[in-house]
Nanobody, 125 residues
Framework: QVQLVESGGGSVQAGGSLMLSCSVSGNRYVFNSMAWFRRNPGKERGGVATSSTGGRATYYADSVKGRFTISRDNTKNTVYLQMNNLKPDDTAIYYC??????????????????WGQGTQVTVSS
């Protein structure tokens, strides 16, 4: 089993920054990619950014390219999502996820095997 615990959510004004963290524990050999998803109010949950376990391959949704960065520190078993130049449209519950897929395919919920509980991010204008 794999446990994912997010932290770092909160409220920020437009243009501000936040960093989300996802602490990973359990069997690290049952997944090869990690991802951040989000559920905007009134919308389906969708992929935001993904990373291979080695961290060399990443993939981003068009809406966050150039503003968000996914990274990982394997010595700390933690995955991060640095979010800069935040916009009100980024308001959502953000979820950490793990699965066995290419970084592109990890943008799809159907490839996620493990989910975190989610953390709220609110961006005010």
């Amino acid at each position: 089993q794999v446990q994912l615990v997010e932290s770092g959510g909160g409220s920020v004004q437009a243009g501000g920054s936040l960093m989300l963290s996802c602490s990973v524990s359990g069997n690290r050999y049952v997944f090869n990619s990690m991802a951040w998803f989000r559920r905007n109010p009134g919308k389906e949950r969708g992929g935001v950014a993904t990373s291979s376990t080695g961290g060399r391959a990443t993939y981003y949704a068009d809406s966050v390219k150039g503003r968000f960065t996914i990274s990982r520190d394997n010595t700390k078993n933690t995955v991060y999502l640095q979010m800069n130049n935040l916009k009100p449209d980024d308001t959502a519950i953000y979820y950490c996820a793990a699965g066995w897929a290419t970084v592109a395919d990890m943008m799809l919920q159907e490839n996620v095997r493990y989910w975190g509980q989610g953390t709220q991010v609110t961006v005010s204008s």
